[in-house]
């Protein structure tokens, strides 16, 4: 156990649609990261947020949104869902958020999403 | 050409033998990290390097900055072993760019 929560587990919903996913990262960690990981892609970066600022983009598209609350947690908004969006959408936290050795990440269990 | 690429993407072994997975990454990093990702989908982070070598149990990570490639290498393995490692940069500009996995199954 890691220590990240995330939830909900699983997550089945249609087109058109707006999902939440939501993340508690560990007790002390600051940094707050999303990931998606669909089969033909691979994991991928979206986003990081470090103390409810956002640290770092990625490979996040207009339609989807995060961000961090004053108590850490952080939420993962998906709108317009399209058929691709389906995948595994993994957080992950740490305790600083940049270059520091201290920047080991650890990995909630995923949230899986099939838009059908 | 991907930034990060990882070699080989299938690897099947022995119980026992020495296992080597190599990245190349072609941006300037920050950090390297390496990934362990079990068949059920979780994810465990298993080094965190910047520079020379980290050893963990049975686990070996090393980096050479100058030439952009590390390698993780596996002691004595064992079935349990088997998962995906994938390698992670995080680049000068603070983007986290993965590789594509190595699929490794160790048999009895």
């Known amino acids: 156990d890691s220590g990240v929560t995330q939830t909900p587990k699983h997550l089945i919903t249609a087109t058109g649609q707006r999902v939440t996913l939501r993340c508690s990262p560990r007790s002390g960690d600051l940094s707050v990261y999303w990931y998606q990981q669909s089969l033909d892609q691979g994991l991928q970066f979206l986003i990081q947020y470090y103390n409810g600022e956002e640290r770092a983009k990625g490979n996040i598209l207009e339609r989807f949104s995060a961000q961090q609350f004053p108590d850490l947690h952080s939420e993962l908004n998906l709108s317009s869902l399209e058929l691709g969006d389906s995948a595994l959408y993994f957080c992950a936290s740490s305790v600083d958020g940049g270059q520091g050795v201290k920047e080991t990440q650890y990995f909630g269990p995923g949230t899986r999403l099939l838009v059908l | 050409k991907n930034e990060v690429e990882q070699s080989p993407q299938n690897l099947t072994a022995q119980e026992g033998e020495f296992i080597t997975i190599n990245c190349s990454y072609s941006?300037?990093?920050?950090?390297l990290h390496w990934l362990q990702q079990h068949p059920g989908g979780g994810i465990v982070s298993l080094f965190m390097?910047?520079?020379g070598k980290k050893k963990h149990g049975r686990l070996i990570a090393t980096i050479n900055i100058q030439e952009k490639h590390s390698s993780l290498h596996i002691t004595a393995s064992h079935p349990r072993d088997s998962a995906v490692y994938i390698c992670a940069v995080r680049s000068n500009t603070d983007k986290l760019i993965f590789g594509t996995g190595t699929r490794l199954q160790v048999f009895p």
């Open positions: 941006v300037g990093i920050s950090a």
């Open positions: 390097l910047s520079s």
